[in-house]
């Protein structure tokens, strides 16, 4: 363990130069005093490492130092060959460099652990799609790509959700987010943080001008926050329905996002569900389980699918009868 433990905090050293005791021991889960006794087993390995006093100190490494280390455990090299299996690097224009940079790794990773490593490429794949739904386009990813690292503001045509036409707007980006397949485009908008779809982006060009970021913000904190306000999105009506038995499993997996709680057990030809929408229209995808599931309250759903439910057959009588 202390041996990983050493090899850790070089790289970290190596990586930003000077880092305070109180960091390290933070990072490597140590106390002060241990990390003051592995600076001194490094410099006896014969790593220019030394310490600096005072309130601006830390440990650093002579500048100019490098040192190429291959160290990997079976577990670090099984991580790798786990994040290779995505998508997002094909979407990003990075799935030849990437397959290129694990055969590099590979030639890194200590020869008893290239086996386990291996197998971990040819037995764990992650796709990030979702079921039953088509690959999203990815159509301007590549322009949004070059604003995020040139950090340089930009100027889109995009078709908000429920929006016929797109309209235009100057975003400041932070980065990209691949969720579930999807990529959105985390960028403030007057100072705002907004989430676009890159799906829905028309047209991007990237201007001259600076981005503008807000003080202290970081993509992470900007993802987190719009998560959360898609997550915790107020659904204040509550509808109570009644699963048959043999649909419960793919109703909770098809309406999850509007379970009030978890699915009670499967006793019995009905049980009875709970779920929360933001407003009555919301509730009306429930029509497609058509007779497997009723809703028991309140009756303004209740109304609300049975006139869908009529317009939809008083149409397609029309049709039937016009063909006749």
């Known amino acids: 363990m202390k041996s990983g433990r050493l090899l850790e905090m070089l790289l970290l050293l190596q990586a930003r130069g000077r880092v305070t005791a109180a960091e390290l021991a933070e990072r490597l889960e140590v106390s002060p005093r241990t990390i003051y006794r592995d600076a001194e087993a490094l410099s006896s390995a014969g790593v220019p490492i030394y310490t600096e006093r005072g309130r601006a100190g830390g440990i650093r490494l002579l500048p100019g130092y490098r040192t190429d280390v291959t160290g990997l ?4 090299a099984r991580a790798l060959f786990v994040l290779t299996t995505g998508g997002a690097q094909e979407d990003l224009g990075l799935g030849t460099a990437a397959r290129s940079a694990i055969l590099k790794v590979m030639r890194a990773v200590p020869e008893p652990f290239r086996p386990a490593a291996t197998a971990t490429s040819q037995r764990i794949l992650v796709d990030p799609a979702g ?9 301007q990813l590549g322009v949004l790509q070059g604003a995020v690292f040139t950090d340089r503001r930009v ?3 995009y078709r908000s959700s429920g929006q016929r036409a797109a309209s235009e707007r100057v975003v400041d980006p932070y980065g990209l987010v691949c969720k579930a397949g999807i990529w959105y485009l985390v960028a403030d908008q007057d100072a705002e943080p907004r989430l676009f779809r890159v799906s829905r982006v028309a047209s991007a060009i990237v201007g001259e001008e600076p981005v503008r ?14 998560r959360r306000g898609v997550e915790e999105r107020p659904a204040p009506l509550e509808v109570m329905v009644r699963v048959r038995r043999e649909w419960l499993d793919l109703f909770g997996r098809m309406n999850a996002a509007h379970l009030d709680g978890p699915l009670p057990a499967a006793a019995g030809e009905w049980r009875q569900v709970r779920l929360r929408y933001p407003g009555v229209m919301a509730a009306r995808p429930l029509l497609s389980f ?13 109304a609300d699918l049975a006139e869908v439910a009529a317009e939809v057959v008083a149409y397609y009588s029309n049709v039937r009868l016009g063909m006749e």
């Open 290 to 302: 058509g007779a497997n599931v009723e809703v028991l309250s309140p009756e303004s759903v209740r």
């Open 131 to 139: 079921w039953m739904r088509p690959s999203d386009p990815v159509g």
């Open 73 to 76: 455990t079976q577990d670090e």
């Open 213 to 226: 970021r807000r003080d202290g913000m970081e993509l992470a904190d900007v993802w987190a926050s719009l």
């Open 155 to 157: 100027r889109l045509r």
